[in-house]
Structure formats: C-alpha cells, structure tokens
C-alpha cells in the first residue's frame, strides 16, 4: 500500500520515478512486509540521500563563487558523508531506531563542532539544534526522542557555559569571513526543516491511506459475508450489527438497534436467546444456542416468515475481572441454518419412516399371504379333487374344476411376476435395455393380445393410432408391460357393454398413449393414492374386483425408468383416461437410485401395508 502511496504522488512527476526506484531497493526486505514500516524507511532514507549528494553536488560551486575553503567548511562539507553511510547501515541492517539515533548523534556533533568555532550559543550553527529533535520526531519512537533531546540539550548546555566563560571566539557576522557559511547554514537548516516537514506529511499520508484502506477491507469483508456481527451491550442490547443483516432479516440494520433483535426472535425462543447472551457476558465463555426469528420478505403483501439460526457469542473484552459478573460486551455471529434444519427434518422423517417400515414387515408378510393363499387353496383343493379315484365327475364339472385351477395359477404367477418386478424396481436392479421399435405395431399387439379377454368381458376395444408414429427409443418389453396392465385393469373395471379406447400420438418431443374407459371410474379422494403398492380403491364399487394392486404401480416405475410421466383423470361413474408420456428418445434411462427411491416410497408401503392389514383382519 506504501508502495502504491508512493507511485500515486510521484504519478505526475515521472522524471522522479528513477529515483524512487533506488531507495525502494535501499528498504531493507524485513521492512517490506509492512507497508508503513517501509514507508518510514523510505522518509529516512530518500532526504538523507538526496539532500547529501545534492550537498555535496554544490561544493565545486560554492569553491568557486567563494574561492579556497577553510578547513572549518572543508569539515561541513566532508560531514555530508555521514548521512549516506547511515542510510547505507539502515539499508543493510533494517536497525530504524539505531540509524535515527546515529543520524541525530552525528547532527548534533556536527552542530557543535561548528558552534564551538563561530561563538557558541549565538552561532549561526546553533539553530540547527533545533531541527535535531524535530527528526527524531519522525522516528515515532519515545526511545529515540528521548536520547536525541538528551545529545541536543547536552550539547546546548556545553555551549551555553563555554559561552558564558568568553573561551569561544565572537559569533560570526555576514561581514567577517565566515558570512556566507553562516548564511548557508541558516538556509539549510530551513530547507532541512523543510524536508523534514514534507516527510512528516508523507508519513502521515501514507499512515491515512493504510488506515482507509484496512478499514475499506473490513468493510467489504462486512458487506459480502453472509454471517451477521453483532455487538451488545451487558443488558443484552445491539449497540451495532454488521450490515449483512439486512439480506438476512429482510430489514435495515438500524432496526435492530437496542431491542429491536430481542424483538423479531421467536417467542417461544427468547428465553434460550438471552440466557446466551447472559451467561456470555456474566461467565465469560462462549455460548452457542439455535432460534427461530423473524425475516420480512419483501413482497407485495409484506409477508413474514421465521427462519432459523444459529448465534454463537463470546465475551468481547476477556481481559476483564471475571470475578464481576456482567461485567463483559458481548460479540455474537448469526447464521441462517435453515437449509440445515429442514435436512434434518428431513433425515428425521426418513428415519421414521424406516423405522415403520421395519415395524410392518411382519404385517406386509401376513398381507401377502392373502393374496398369495387363494389362489394356492383353490389349486390344491381342486387338485386333489381331480386326483380323488373314489369321487365321480362329470366331464363339465372336471372341465371346469381344471379351469378353475389354469385361473388360479394365472392370478398367482401374476401376483409373483408383479412383486418380482416391484422389488427389482425398488432395489434399483430393474433395467431397461433401449431399442428402436414401432410403437403403433407394439400398441395394436398389445390390443390384439387382450381381445380375446375382452370378449369374454363383454367389452368392446378400439384403437386410435396415428399412421405415422415415428419409431421411438425405449424398452419394448417394458412397453408392452405398460399397455398391457392399463388395457387389463379397464378391462376389469369396464361392465359389459362398455368401451376401452387405446390412443398414440405425438406431444412434441414425447409420445403419448392413452387408454380411455367407459367404467366405474374412481372418486376423487381415491386419485391421488393410484399408483401405490398394494392400493385398491376402497369405494364399493370396485370391491368385486381382484387384485393386488401392483398393476399402476408397476405402470408408475416403468414410466419413471424412461424419464416419462403419467397423469389420471377420472369421474365416478364415467370412466377412467390414463394417458402415459415417454420421450421419443429414451436412451438417457438409467437405473433408479435405490435409496432415493426407497426414501420416496417408504411412506407409501406403510400406508399400503396397513390398509392390508385392516382388510385381511
């Protein structure tokens, strides 16, 4: 920062530049690491320099306005010497104090020196006693100050008797020889004073250029950190609060000023809030406690929320007597833990929901063992009575007894495939193998392979396919599982005589299929649980229907294997429409994350499992 102070003024003086230059290279590295210790290097060491060589420049001009010199002005002359070696010693030892005493030790020798020879206490030269501690002034040292005004007072006193005595020629006069040193002694004392003054006015500049620019550095640092500083007072008071306030409270720093703080925390968390603060300030140790406050948004309605943080606050001066409670400010930081506090929630749920889930295993295992146990009760008992040589059968009743089981079968190989693919689904080992097909070809298979089940249900299936589908990137079997379970359950959901329409056509980068029923429908509060494991609608105009209720859940996980969506809409007593969406290019689909998926599922398979368990009970 000195270095810069130093380019800023000398910026118009470019002649200079040389010059300053050489003394930065004559500042000692040790003193470079601080701006202002370099900047008083550089005060000690640029006048001694120039003015010594610019001195000693003028002597062949002074010889020859003046003629043959004495050894009185031979001496001065030579003296000028002094000053560039001293500033040689600071440059090579870094010693400031040293070379300042050195440099007021030669002065004041030198001072008396010619004193002594041109009368004493009344020669021209004593005035320069007067600058000697004016330079030691800039030294900024108490210690330097007080031994140049001894060497100066020293030196004043030896004059004053020696003068008092008549031992000491008469003091000089412009008349005598010595007229034009004693004049060149007065003006170089001026223009030493001078340059003694404009290096105190360096100084000082370069001192205020430090202190503003430390103090722009913390302002900023205020300004930009998103934590909030602030000060109170014993009673718990903010006496200030650091501008980053104002984005986290929604309000002006000055607001919060006194008790205005105190006044947004939650009430409900006051009491943690100055028990902080108190034990701070009377204990002397730091405390750290989490509240809620209150943050204004800045909207139309002038709405406010509470947002959580974290203060940790500490005695501020902890050189204070401990012994005396309260007797201590206290500086806090806050911190907005919102973000925080709702992952903690977060985990806290997940880890409840875990916990219910583990608790229904048992209740999820009796669940499916109804599900699982008709199907094998009818298989067995028909079964056995097929194989009973003792009982007669009617080749009708045979027929149908073996029906009977094909179904049962059929409906247990259904609930197995559909539990196997809602596992796989979950643990995230149910992948998809992407390939081109022709979706309307896939479509109308689909319809052909459910017709005859249709039939059989007196329902009527037409198909709405656009001609020009182009082929799409996806799993083809996992489409085909798709259709097929949204075409069986309207089929099972369709009276006799109703109507299931299979549609396809483009949405713009995504194809969508639609299968439309002329049903039951399902009601409303039923809409938003389609979908989840094990659910059936509860409403009684599905319950003489079967089923596990994996088909739409299945249906959901395929669809989110290939990035797509899916939406219901449905009336009670008009029908269902479910209209899947899948990119045209699904080859970005990847295999579910299986702990994101079991997080968002866990609620579901609780509240699936506890609506089995009332209905087998």
């Known amino acids: 920062m000195g270095r810069v102070c130093k380019k800023r003024e000398t910026g118009t003086v470019s002649f200079l530049t040389p010059v300053w230059n050489y003394v930065d290279a004559l500042v000692h590295p040790a003193a470079k690491q601080d701006a202002l210790t370099a900047a008083r290097h550089r005060a000690f060491i640029a006048p001694r320099l120039v003015g010594s060589f610019a001195a000693l420049a003028s002597f062949p001009v002074y010889i020859a306005f003046r003629g043959v010199p004495t050894v009185l002005e031979v001496a001065v002359f030579g003296w000028l010497v002094a000053p560039i070696l001293i500033a040689y010693f600071l440059s090579r030892t870094g010693r400031y104090e040293s070379a300042h005493i050195l440099s007021s030790l030669s002065l004041t020798g030198m001072v008396t020196a010619v004193a002594l020879c041109n009368g ?43 003068s008092a005595g008549d031992v000491l020629p008469p003091p000089a006069s412009l008349a005598n020889g010595h007229g034009a040193l004693a004049a060149l002694g007065i003006v170089s004392a001026a223009l030493y004073a001078t340059g003694l003054a404009l290096g105190a006015e360096s100084l000082a500049r370069t001192s205020f250029w430090l202190l503003y620019a430390e103090e722009d550095r913390y302002r900023l640092l205020a300004r930009n950190m998103t934590d909030v500083i602030s000060r109170h007072g014993r009673n718990g008071a903010v006496l200030f609060v650091s501008p980053a306030a104002e984005s986290l409270f929604g309000v002006a720093p000055g607001e919060l000023s006194g008790h205005g703080l105190f006044d947004r925390v939650h009430v409900a968390d006051r009491p943690a809030y100055l028990t902080a603060l108190a034990d701070a300030a009377a204990q002397g140790e730091a405390r750290s406690v989490e509240f809620r406050i209150r943050r204004d948004d800045n909207n139309e309605n002038h709405a406010a929320r509470f947002i959580w943080v974290e203060m940790r606050c500490r005695p501020l001066d902890q050189a204070a007597d401990k012994s005396k409670p309260g007797d201590h400010e206290v500086v806090a930081v806050l ?136 082929e799409i990137v996806g799993d083809r079997r996992a489409f085909n599982q798709i259709l097929i379970n949204l075409i069986s359950n309207a089929i099972k959901f369709t009276p006799r005589g109703g109507r299931i329409t299979v549609s396809a056509q483009c949405d713009g980068a995504k194809l969508a299929v639609a299968v439309e029923d002329t049903g039951v429908g399902i009601g409303e509060s039923d809409l938003p649980r389609l979908g989840e494991a094990f659910f059936q609608a509860r409403a009684s105009y599905d319950r003489r229907h079967d089923g596990s209720g994996l088909g739409l859940s299945i249906v959901k996980g395929l669809v989110k294997l290939h990035d797509g969506d899916i939406d219901i809409r449905s009336r009670l007593g008009e029908g269902t429409r479910v209209t899947v969406r899948l990119p045209i290019d699904c080859e970005g689909g990847k295999v579910v994350d299986p702990i994101k998926l079991v997080t968002e599922r866990a609620g579901e398979f609780v509240a699936a499992a506890n609506v089995l368990v009332k209905k087998s009970a």
Not at 134 to 162: C, P, Q
Not at 426 to 433: A, P, Q, S, V, Y
Not at 452 to 465: C, N
Request: charged content about 20%; proline content about 4%.
């Open 120 to 162: 004493g206490i009344g020669s021209f030269a004593a005035i320069w006693l007067v600058v000697v501690p004016l330079e030691a002034a800039l030294s900024a040292s108490r210690r330097v100050v007080a031994l140049t005004s001894i060497f100066v007072l020293a030196a004043a006193g030896l004059l004053l008797v020696l």
């Open 335 to 470: 911190r907005d833990i919102s973000e925080r506090k709702v992952n903690e929630q977060a985990i806290e749920i997940a880890r409840a929901e875990q916990e219910r889930a583990n608790a229904s295993k048992s209740r999820f295992l009796a669940t499916m063992s109804h599900e699982l146990r008709t199907p094998l009760n009818a298989i067995i008992g028909f079964s056995e009575m097929l194989t009973n040589e003792e009982l007669v059968l009617q080749p009708a009743r045979r027929l149908e007894y073996a029906k009977l089981i094909n179904d049962s079968g059929h409906h247990l190989l259904s609930v197995v495939n559909g539990i196997l693919d809602m596992s796989k689904m979950e643990t995230g080992n149910f992948e998809i193998t992407p390939e081109p097909f022709a979706p309307a070809q896939a479509a109308v298979s689909c319809c052909d392979l459910l017709a005859l089940k249709a039939r059989d249900a007196g329902v009527e299936i037409r198909t709405r396919i656009e001609p020009d589908l182009p």
